[in-house]
Nanobody
Framework: QVQPVESGGGSVQAGGSLRLSCAVS????????LAWFRQAPGKEREGVARIYTSTGATAYADSVQGRFTISQDSAKNTVYLQMNSLKPEDTAMYYC??????????????????WGQGTQVTVSS
């Protein structure tokens, strides 16, 4: 059973930083898409950042471009999301997801095969 496990969420003031981690210990790491999605109350789940494990190619939502960085440590089967210059509108539950097949851009939630339980990020003004 592939089960992403997120960590690193918390509360921070606007302008601050957080680093999320997602460990996927049972996943064969090559040729996979690992992504971070987020969902705020009353809103749809949206893609934030994605990395293709074989090449390190990344994609970002316009709303986080230049502030968030997705990276991976293949030796640890872990993907990270470094979030800088956080804004109150970044407040959401953040989910890690893994896709087994090719996808375009960030993809849609339905493109992803495995999901973590989520970690809460709260940014206060």
């Amino acid at each position: 059973q592939v089960q992403p496990v997120e960590s690193g969420g918390g509360s921070v003031q606007a302008g601050g930083s957080l680093r999320l981690s997602c460990a996927v210990s049972t996943l064969a790491w090559t040729n996979k898409y690992l992504a971070w999605f987020r969902q705020a109350p009353g809103k749809e789940r949206e893609g934030v950042a994605r990395i293709y494990t074989s090449t390190g190619a990344t994609a970002y939502a316009d709303s986080v471009q230049g502030r968030f960085t997705i990276s991976q440590d293949s030796a640890k089967n872990t993907v990270y999301l470094q979030m800088n210059s956080l804004k109150p509108e970044d407040t959401a539950m953040y989910y890690c997801a893994a896709a087994l097949r090719w996808l375009s851009g960030l993809g849609r939630p339905s493109d992803y095969n495995y999901w973590g339980q989520g970690t809460q990020v709260t940014v206060s003004s």
